[in-house]
T-cell receptor
Framework: DTAVSQTPKYLVTQMGNDKSIKCEQNLGHDTMYWYKQDSKKFLKIMFSYNNKELIINETVPNRFSPKSPDKAHLNLHINSLELGDSAVYFC??????????FGPGTRLLVL | GIQVEQSPPDLILQEGANSTLRCNFSDSVNNLQWFHQNPWGQLINLFYIPSGTKQNGRLSATTVATERYSLLYISSSQTTDSGVYFCAVERSGNQFYFGTGTSLTVIP
Protein backbone atom coordinates (compact mmCIF):
# COMPACT_ATOMS: atom_id res chain seq x y z
CA ASP A 1 0.00 0.00 0.00
CA THR A 2 3.02 2.28 -0.49
CA ALA A 3 1.86 5.77 -1.45
CA VAL A 4 4.91 6.79 -3.50
CA SER A 5 7.26 4.06 -4.66
CA GLN A 6 10.55 4.16 -6.51
CA THR A 7 12.61 1.50 -8.21
CA PRO A 8 15.35 0.60 -7.91
CA LYS A 9 16.37 1.47 -4.34
CA TYR A 10 20.04 1.19 -5.21
CA LEU A 11 21.75 1.71 -8.55
CA VAL A 12 25.47 1.24 -9.18
CA THR A 13 26.67 1.90 -12.69
CA GLN A 14 29.64 2.98 -14.79
CA MET A 15 30.30 6.46 -16.13
CA GLY A 16 28.81 6.99 -19.55
CA ASN A 17 25.91 4.59 -19.09
CA ASP A 18 22.24 5.51 -19.48
CA LYS A 19 19.84 4.62 -16.66
CA SER A 20 16.24 5.13 -15.58
CA ILE A 21 14.54 5.42 -12.23
CA LYS A 22 10.83 4.69 -11.98
CA CYS A 23 8.32 6.44 -9.75
CA GLU A 24 4.69 5.60 -9.11
CA GLN A 25 2.11 7.19 -6.83
CA ASN A 26 -1.25 5.70 -5.91
CA LEU A 27 -2.63 8.78 -4.15
CA GLY A 28 -4.49 10.25 -7.10
CA HIS A 29 -2.25 13.32 -7.00
CA ASP A 30 -1.97 15.66 -9.96
CA THR A 31 1.61 16.86 -9.54
CA MET A 32 4.86 14.91 -9.34
CA TYR A 33 8.42 15.98 -8.65
CA TRP A 34 11.99 14.82 -8.82
CA TYR A 35 14.61 15.98 -6.31
CA LYS A 36 18.33 15.36 -5.95
CA GLN A 37 19.92 15.12 -2.51
CA ASP A 38 23.69 15.47 -2.47
CA SER A 39 26.22 14.11 0.01
CA LYS A 40 25.75 17.17 2.24
CA LYS A 41 22.02 16.45 2.45
CA PHE A 42 21.08 19.47 0.34
CA LEU A 43 17.82 18.90 -1.53
CA LYS A 44 17.36 20.50 -4.92
CA ILE A 45 14.30 20.33 -7.12
CA MET A 46 14.94 19.03 -10.62
CA PHE A 47 11.47 18.86 -12.19
CA SER A 48 7.84 19.38 -11.38
CA TYR A 49 5.13 18.04 -13.64
CA ASN A 50 1.38 18.11 -13.74
CA ASN A 51 -0.83 17.16 -16.64
CA LYS A 52 -0.43 20.56 -18.17
CA GLU A 53 3.08 21.66 -17.57
CA LEU A 54 6.64 20.46 -17.08
CA ILE A 55 8.83 22.88 -15.19
CA ILE A 56 12.55 22.28 -15.32
CA ASN A 57 15.02 23.75 -12.86
CA GLU A 58 17.42 25.68 -15.07
CA THR A 59 20.46 24.17 -13.33
CA VAL A 60 19.57 20.60 -14.36
CA PRO A 61 21.70 19.29 -17.25
CA ASN A 62 19.77 18.22 -20.32
CA ARG A 63 21.12 14.69 -19.81
CA PHE A 64 18.26 14.36 -17.33
CA SER A 65 14.75 13.99 -18.68
CA PRO A 66 11.44 13.09 -17.04
CA LYS A 67 8.92 10.88 -18.80
CA SER A 68 5.32 10.53 -17.70
CA PRO A 69 3.40 7.66 -19.33
CA ASP A 70 0.33 8.50 -17.24
CA LYS A 71 -0.79 10.56 -14.25
CA ALA A 72 0.48 8.04 -11.72
CA HIS A 73 4.04 7.74 -13.06
CA LEU A 74 6.98 10.07 -13.55
CA ASN A 75 10.17 8.29 -14.53
CA LEU A 76 13.62 9.87 -14.60
CA HIS A 77 16.01 9.10 -17.46
CA ILE A 78 19.67 9.95 -17.22
CA ASN A 79 21.99 9.80 -20.20
CA SER A 80 25.79 9.64 -20.19
CA LEU A 81 26.11 9.35 -16.43
CA GLU A 82 28.89 11.32 -14.73
CA LEU A 83 30.61 10.90 -11.37
CA GLY A 84 28.85 14.04 -10.09
CA ASP A 85 25.47 12.45 -10.66
CA SER A 86 26.04 10.22 -7.65
CA ALA A 87 23.37 11.19 -5.12
CA VAL A 88 20.04 10.13 -3.71
CA TYR A 89 17.11 10.88 -6.03
CA PHE A 90 13.67 11.35 -4.53
CA CYS A 91 10.34 11.33 -6.25
CA UNK A 92 7.39 13.12 -4.63
CA UNK A 93 3.77 13.90 -5.38
CA UNK A 94 1.12 16.34 -4.23
CA UNK A 95 -2.41 17.46 -4.97
CA UNK A 96 -2.60 21.00 -6.30
CA UNK A 97 0.90 21.72 -4.99
CA UNK A 98 0.00 21.22 -1.36
CA UNK A 99 1.35 18.56 1.03
CA UNK A 100 4.13 16.60 -0.68
CA UNK A 101 4.63 12.89 -0.13
CA PHE A 102 8.07 11.48 -0.84
CA GLY A 103 9.20 8.12 -2.11
CA PRO A 104 11.94 6.19 -0.29
CA GLY A 105 14.70 7.45 -2.57
CA THR A 106 17.06 5.82 -5.07
CA ARG A 107 20.73 5.77 -4.14
CA LEU A 108 22.75 6.20 -7.32
CA LEU A 109 26.48 5.56 -7.38
CA VAL A 110 28.42 6.25 -10.56
CA LEU A 111 31.84 4.59 -10.77
CA GLY B 1 15.51 31.39 -6.74
CA ILE B 2 14.46 32.06 -3.19
CA GLN B 3 17.06 31.86 -0.42
CA VAL B 4 16.00 29.69 2.51
CA GLU B 5 18.00 29.72 5.73
CA GLN B 6 17.45 27.45 8.69
CA SER B 7 18.77 27.75 12.19
CA PRO B 8 20.35 26.32 14.16
CA PRO B 9 22.25 24.00 11.80
CA ASP B 10 22.79 21.45 14.57
CA LEU B 11 20.98 20.83 17.84
CA ILE B 12 21.52 18.29 20.61
CA LEU B 13 18.78 17.84 23.17
CA GLN B 14 18.20 15.75 26.23
CA GLU B 15 15.07 13.63 25.97
CA GLY B 16 12.10 15.59 27.27
CA ALA B 17 13.45 19.01 26.33
CA ASN B 18 11.67 21.50 24.07
CA SER B 19 13.13 23.22 21.01
CA THR B 20 12.35 25.80 18.34
CA LEU B 21 13.65 25.57 14.79
CA ARG B 22 13.56 28.57 12.52
CA CYS B 23 13.21 29.02 8.76
CA ASN B 24 13.79 32.41 7.11
CA PHE B 25 13.08 33.01 3.43
CA SER B 26 14.03 35.86 1.15
CA ASP B 27 10.82 36.50 -0.80
CA SER B 28 7.07 36.12 -0.55
CA VAL B 29 5.90 32.54 -0.99
CA ASN B 30 2.69 30.68 -1.79
CA ASN B 31 3.58 27.51 0.00
CA LEU B 32 5.71 26.41 2.94
CA GLN B 33 6.17 22.90 4.25
CA TRP B 34 8.18 21.29 7.05
CA PHE B 35 9.71 17.85 6.65
CA HIS B 36 11.54 15.39 8.86
CA GLN B 37 14.20 13.15 7.34
CA ASN B 38 14.75 10.22 9.68
CA PRO B 39 18.12 8.49 10.11
CA TRP B 40 17.09 5.95 7.43
CA GLY B 41 16.64 8.71 4.88
CA GLN B 42 12.87 8.76 4.63
CA LEU B 43 11.33 12.22 4.18
CA ILE B 44 8.06 12.74 6.05
CA ASN B 45 5.84 15.75 5.65
CA LEU B 46 5.10 17.37 9.00
CA PHE B 47 3.13 20.47 8.05
CA TYR B 48 1.77 22.28 5.04
CA ILE B 49 1.68 25.79 6.50
CA PRO B 50 1.81 28.79 4.15
CA SER B 51 0.51 30.95 6.99
CA GLY B 52 -0.89 30.71 10.51
CA THR B 53 -0.38 28.06 13.17
CA LYS B 54 -0.96 24.33 13.17
CA GLN B 55 -0.46 21.66 15.81
CA ASN B 56 -0.02 17.92 15.52
CA GLY B 57 0.67 16.17 18.81
CA ARG B 58 3.98 17.34 20.25
CA LEU B 59 4.78 19.35 17.13
CA SER B 60 3.46 22.72 16.12
CA ALA B 61 4.39 25.23 13.46
CA THR B 62 3.79 28.90 12.86
CA THR B 63 4.38 30.84 9.65
CA VAL B 64 4.41 34.63 9.59
CA ALA B 65 4.35 35.16 5.85
CA THR B 66 4.52 38.96 6.01
CA GLU B 67 7.80 38.71 7.96
CA ARG B 68 9.11 35.81 5.90
CA TYR B 69 9.77 33.23 8.57
CA SER B 70 8.39 30.03 9.98
CA LEU B 71 8.99 28.26 13.29
CA LEU B 72 8.74 24.60 14.17
CA TYR B 73 8.25 23.74 17.84
CA ILE B 74 9.08 20.33 19.24
CA SER B 75 7.94 19.70 22.79
CA SER B 76 8.94 16.85 25.11
CA SER B 77 11.44 15.57 22.56
CA GLN B 78 11.96 11.84 22.10
CA THR B 79 14.85 9.91 20.60
CA THR B 80 12.65 9.13 17.60
CA ASP B 81 12.59 12.87 16.81
CA SER B 82 16.26 12.65 15.79
CA GLY B 83 17.04 13.40 12.17
CA VAL B 84 17.15 16.42 9.91
CA TYR B 85 14.33 18.95 9.72
CA PHE B 86 13.84 20.83 6.47
CA CYS B 87 11.60 23.65 5.49
CA ALA B 88 10.70 24.12 1.84
CA VAL B 89 9.08 27.10 0.15
CA GLU B 90 7.45 27.64 -3.21
CA ARG B 91 6.81 30.94 -4.94
CA SER B 92 5.38 29.79 -8.24
CA GLY B 93 5.32 26.98 -10.73
CA ASN B 94 5.56 24.17 -8.18
CA GLN B 95 9.27 24.92 -7.80
CA PHE B 96 10.18 24.21 -4.21
CA TYR B 97 13.34 25.47 -2.56
CA PHE B 98 14.65 23.64 0.49
CA GLY B 99 16.64 25.05 3.36
CA THR B 100 19.92 23.46 4.46
CA GLY B 101 18.20 21.77 7.37
CA THR B 102 18.57 21.49 11.13
CA SER B 103 20.19 18.27 12.31
CA LEU B 104 18.59 17.22 15.61
CA THR B 105 19.99 14.61 17.96
CA VAL B 106 17.94 13.64 21.00
CA ILE B 107 19.88 11.74 23.61
CA PRO B 108 18.27 9.55 26.27
Amino acid sequence: DTAVSQTPKYLVTQMGNDKSIKCEQNLGHDTMYWYKQDSKKFLKIMFSYNNKELIINETVPNRFSPKSPDKAHLNLHINSLELGDSAVYFCASSYRGETQYFGPGTRLLVL
Amino acid sequence: GIQVEQSPPDLILQEGANSTLRCNFSDSVNNLQWFHQNPWGQLINLFYIPSGTKQNGRLSATTVATERYSLLYISSSQTTDSGVYFCAVERSGNQFYFGTGTSLTVIP
